[in-house]
């Protein structure tokens, strides 16, 4: 009988020996084997992506030439609407150059966007990330700042020989120094729950008590370009809903996010590069 | 002992990568699946003890090195669980599929539970943490007992594949 009690302990005898000697291995075997483990997936996953990417061009092979040529001139208007747009920015960088050269400002560093296409996106409960199909390949570094079209995506967590993850500003654990768009008071951003079917939330925190927000009046949250990981000015979400903190010295409430943020499809990071000008 | 590990290895990437794509898309709704039991409830069931739990382990660590998780998290939870199904295999008629399949499901409910405590923040409002959990989990149960007999019958060809009689393996082949 005792020895098959014995024999019964065995796996979790096993297990908690096996657990033992997983706390005393180093830490450094553990990231090299963490890192393997990754790039042995990582093919599959890229591959995965490819494909996609084939079946969009070959749907898109499906469109009447008509539909091109009508997308064709959208994009040149587009175009033009974009190069009057670039030659005030550069009339304005220029202006923030020499005033920063008279007032003898510090040079904040400037950043190398690169484009990159998402390979997968995960949003579940306990995290939220994609993977992007750029990485030490295209000198990604950890901690850079992701962006897209309706503002900030994330910043890049890992950083993989051909593939990158990014933590989403969805995720819980995120924090950024905010500013309500038109006020200079920085606040804090968390990412909160991402209820599904329905748009990503976060939480805003210190919100200064003169601020006042409606649902249908929402005002635009912006990164304040505190703390040096993002650029100032970047669309976080929209502030629907503030009310008085326990405290009763600040407020605090919802921030809603874009819903683009769960199909996204292509990003860019910004590098950070001081060879550059700040953009 | 090496080639069964390998062959249950290379079955569960091939699930972990078919799962990604599933959750690639189910993201636009803000769904995710998670189908951790899949990957112990097999090896546990029908293999010796060091090779499933080598398994397990090892699948655990694939998925540990997609997520931000600590590393060896879901390695030793899938691990604990193929110890708890090892112990009590011998009780049930455990070739069955159906077996298997309500083995995966009850494993796959206690770790995804386990796996919310250990990653559900505590800062945030922890009532619609959980009650988002919970969609997923519901979620996950369904394509879990949707995918689970094709899974097992894959792994089961596959070691026929290198020779591997199933029925040589026995509760004492410890």
Redesign the interface.
């Given at each position: 009988m005792p020895s098959q009690r014995f024999?019964?302990a065995?796996?979790?005898l096993?297990?908690g020996i096996?657990?033992v000697a997983?706390l005393l291995i180093p830490t450094a075997v553990?990231?090299f084997?963490?890192?393997?483990?990754?790039e042995?997936?990582a093919p599959?996953?890229t591959t995965?992506s490819f494909i996609r990417d084939l079946q969009d061009f070959w749907s898109l092979k499906t469109r009447s030439k008509n539909e091109l040529i009508e997308a064709g001139r959208d994009l040149a208007r587009l175009n033009a609407a974009y190069e009057s747009r670039l030659q005030q920015d550069a009339v304005l960088r220029n202006e923030l150059e020499r005033l920063g050269r008279v007032l003898k400002l510090p040079i904040p560093p400037g950043y190398r966007a690169e484009p990159a296409r998402v390979v997968?996106?995960?949003?579940?409960?306990?995290?939220q990330?994609l993977?992007i199909r750029k990485g030490r390949n295209y000198g990604i570094t950890a901690g850079a700042p992701v962006i897209y079209a309706g503002g900030i995506v994330g910043r890049v967590?890992e950083v993989y020989a051909y593939t990158a993850?990014v933590?989403l500003v969805s995720n819980?654990?995120v924090r950024i120094a905010a500013v309500i768009e038109g006020d200079t008071r920085p606040i804090s951003y968390?990412g909160?729950?991402?209820?599904?079917?329905?748009a990503?939330v976060g939480?805003v925190e210190y919100v200064p008590t003169d601020i006042f927000v409606a649902p249908a009046t929402p005002r635009r949250l912006v990164t304040s370009g505190l703390g040096g990981v993002f650029p100032p000015n970047l669309t976080i979400g929209y502030v629907t809903r503030l009310e008085p903190s326990t405290d009763g010295l600040f407020k605090s409430g919802e921030v809603s996010l874009d819903s683009a943020l769960?199909?996204l499809s292509e990003v860019t990071v910004l590098v950070p590069d001081p060879l550059l000008p700040v953009r | 002992m090496k080639s069964r590990v390998l062959i249950l290895l290379a079955a569960s990437?091939l699930l972990?990568?078919l799962l990604?794509?599933l959750?690639?898309y189910?993201?636009?709704?803000?769904?995710?699946v998670?189908c951790g039991g899949l990957f112990v409830a097999f090896a546990a069931l029908r293999l010796g003890?060091r090779t499933g739990?080598i398994a397990a382990?090892l699948a655990g660590?694939?998925l540990?090195?997609?997520?931000?998780?600590i590393?060896?998290t879901q390695?030793?939870l899938f691990?604990?669980a193929?110890?708890v199904i090892?112990?009590i295999r011998a009780r049930a008629p455990r070739d069955e599929t159906i077996v298997g399949v309500v083995v995966a499901l009850l494993a796959n409910l206690g770790l995804f539970l386990v796996?919310?405590f250990i990653?559900?923040?505590p800062?945030?409002?922890a009532s619609?943490?959980?009650?988002?959990?919970f969609?997923?989990l519901l979620i996950s149960q369904i394509v879990l007992a949707l995918i689970a007999p094709w899974f097992f019958a894959m792994q089961q060809r596959l070691l026929e594949l290198i020779g591997t009689n199933l029925r040589d393996f026995s509760r004492?082949s410890?």
């Open positions: 024999d019964q065995k796996p979790f096993t297990l096996a657990l997983w553990k990231r084997a963490r890192a393997s483990f990754f042995l997936q599959m996953e995965a997968l996106r995960e949003f579940s409960s306990w995290w990330q993977v967590k993850t933590e819980p654990g968390q909160g729950i991402n209820p599904s079917y329905g990503a939480a769960s199909a | 990437i972990a990568t990604g794509q959750n690639h189910l993201a636009t709704w803000q769904i995710h998670w003890y739990a382990f660590l694939l540990d090195a997609n997520t931000p998780v590393f060896g390695g030793f691990l604990a193929h110890a090892y112990t796996m919310s990653c559900i923040n800062v945030v409002e619609q943490a959980w009650l988002r959990g969609i997923d004492h410890l």
